[in-house]
């Protein structure tokens, strides 16, 4: 890192912070990409099809159509892009910026491996550094503007369906974000601290430590409204293509659409790595108390990656609920188990465990 | 940095009263909230910042642009008479008001505080300083807002829903 600063006529830090935003964004959003065709191949392998495997590079390497992603790419750059006659032009050219932009912020804090020292200094593998103050509350503050791509791109089409579906959307990721943010403060008060280095140090590298064996019901909360809030099936009302057309984004088409499709997949990474993090030790990896630095981030790729499966599993083997189930679901079982589960947790601590 | 979201502040501010489209109104208003939550984390506190996009912006926001779309109103109404005395009379309050909190703001212990450089300087505020603040020095006023909340909650249940 240094000799690579001197090249550059930087300070190391300098350096340091601009391969840390190429990593983070540039791996987030290639992450996305990647997940646009597992999801593909994944719904194909569920529904016991082939899925896209046509789309070659030089029309001979094929790798499982690997290549689709890029071939879509292409595609959607190169599509005619629409505006509705009647859209509010200024908006519906921002909203897909108001989606893509927050998706991809909400990673910045999560730290995706162990810091390390080298040349007397130290280096964290998290886009904001340890103790900048706004911890775990950043990911949070960020996941609640991400309605607003939504709001906005439904709004601004002028068309009812893509209305009905941002208001679904809106409301459902407002109940949920109750739940889960609930949850998330019952980890504040048993870590003592809200920074997620903090979290992650204090579950340790033994699996039976870990935030899932002591709190798992505010697993369950937390996990059932991260589908609430990525707008994921079983819970994907801002879309539901069966009743409102295809949602908030019917009327989008191209390059456009593509972000917003891209920003969902890069709020499913996120959200991956916030359940890693919070549940799952984020880097530790199990039964090595220090482990080398790649080995850390290879351990916290399995597990987000892991979780990013999950939310793929689950959209091809679950029906979507009705709105009005998913919103008693919001208030009137997942609010009460996250409060459970805080005062469980605060009797604890005030039993001094 | 400061005149950065000093500005965002403003003209979102400013948009927000000028502009005759309810929807964009609310999200000038995004955008207002916003810059105070960046001149936050210049003040030192990146909490009040984080908390200030959650409750406002996160919620508050979304739900009045909820609302907004559910009645489906893309213009503001037009006033049926114009009110030139209720007019310059709510520009006065308002100025009156203004002035007051410079006033009170310019005089406070807080202001001197900015002038402190180096070791001297106050630690960046934390969640947990936020919590003992509230629950040991003013827990009063913590319980009677929860309380006002408490009530505020049952009315508009009570209000909506008549037969329960």
């Known amino acids: 890192m240094d000799k690579l600063a001197s090249l550059l006529h930087t300070s190391p830090a300098i350096a340091w912070m601009v391969a840390k935003l190429i990593i983070v964004f540039g791996g987030v959003f290639s992450l996305a990409a990647l997940w646009t ?55 519906f050219w921002l909203a897909p910026f108001l989606a893509l932009v927050p998706a991809l912020m909400g990673f910045a804090v999560i730290p995706f491996g162990r810091s390390f020292v080298s040349g007397g200094q130290e280096y964290h593998l998290a886009l904001l550094d340890p103790g900048n103050g706004m911890g775990l509350l950043y990911p949070l503050a960020i996941g609640g503007m991400a309605v607003y791509g939504v709001l906005v791109a439904a709004w601004s089409s002028n068309n009812k369906w ?3 579906g941002g208001m679904r959307a809106s409301a459902a990721m407002v109940s949920y974000e109750i739940g889960m943010s609930l949850a998330v403060v019952t980890i504040f008060m048993t870590t003592g601290g809200y920074d997620p280095s903090e ?15 002591r709190q798992p019901l ?17 819970f994907d009302f801002a879309e539901g293509e069966s009743e409102i057309v295809a949602g908030f984004n019917t009327e989008y088409g191209s390059m ?11 709020h499913l990474m996120t959200a991956s790595a916030l359940m890693a993090t919070l549940y799952f030790g984020g880097w530790q990896v199990p039964f090595v108390k220090d482990p080398t630095v790649m080995l850390s981030v290879a351990s916290f790729l399995v597990k987000m990656l892991f979780f990013a499966w999950v939310f793929v599993w689950i959209r091809w083997t679950l029906p979507r609920f009705r709105y009005d189930q998913l919103m008693r679901l919001g208030w009137k079982a997942m609010l009460p188990l996250s409060m459970v589960n805080l005062i469980f947790h605060a009797w604890r601590m005030s039993q001094g465990h | 940095m400061f005149i950065t979201f000093a500005l965002i502040t403003l003209l979102g ?51 009045v642009l909820f609302v907004i779309m559910m009645l489906n109103s893309h213009q503001e109404e037009e006033a049926q008479a114009a009110r030139p005395v209720q007019r310059w009379l709510s520009v006065a309050l308002v100025a009156g008001l203004a002035f007051g909190a410079m006033k009170l703001v310019l005089g406070s212990a807080g202001v001197k505080a900015l002038a402190v450089k180096g070791a001297e300087m106050p630690q960046a505020m934390t969640l947990q300083k936020v919590g003992t603040t509230l629950f040991a020095d003013h827990l009063l006023g913590f319980e009677v807002a929860g309380l006002v909340l ?11 829903k008549r037969n329960l």
């Open chain 2, 13 to 63: 501010a400013l948009g927000m009263l000028l502009q005759k489209n309810v929807v964009v109104a609310g999200l000038c208003m995004v955008a207002a909230f916003f810059g105070v939550a960046g001149l936050f984390v210049l003040l030192a506190n990146p909490v009040a910042a984080a908390l200030q996009i959650i409750v406002y912006t996160g919620a508050i926001l979304v739900l």
């Open chain 1, 199 to 213: 979290v992650i140090s204090a579950q340790g590298h033994l699996p039976w430590a870990w935030n899932i064996v």
């Open chain 1, 37 to 91: 065709w597992v999801e593909r191949r994944g719904s194909a392998m569920i529904q016991d099809r082939i899925g896209p495997n046509r789309a070659a590079l030089f029309g001979k390497i094929k790798i499982l159509g690997l290549v689709q992603p890029l071939a879509d790419g292409i595609k959607f750059f190169f599509k005619e892009d629409l505006v509705p006659h009647d859209a509010n032009k200024a908006l």
């Open chain 2, 150 to 160: 408490l009530a505020a909650m049952i009315g508009a249940v009570a209000l909506t």
């Open chain 1, 218 to 234: 505010g697993f369950i909360v937390f996990f059932t409204c991260m589908f609430a809030e990525t707008n994921r099936l079983p």
């Open chain 1, 256 to 266: 456009k659409f593509s972000l917003l499709a891209l920003s969902e997949y890069c």
């Open chain 1, 162 to 164: 893509s209305i009905l």
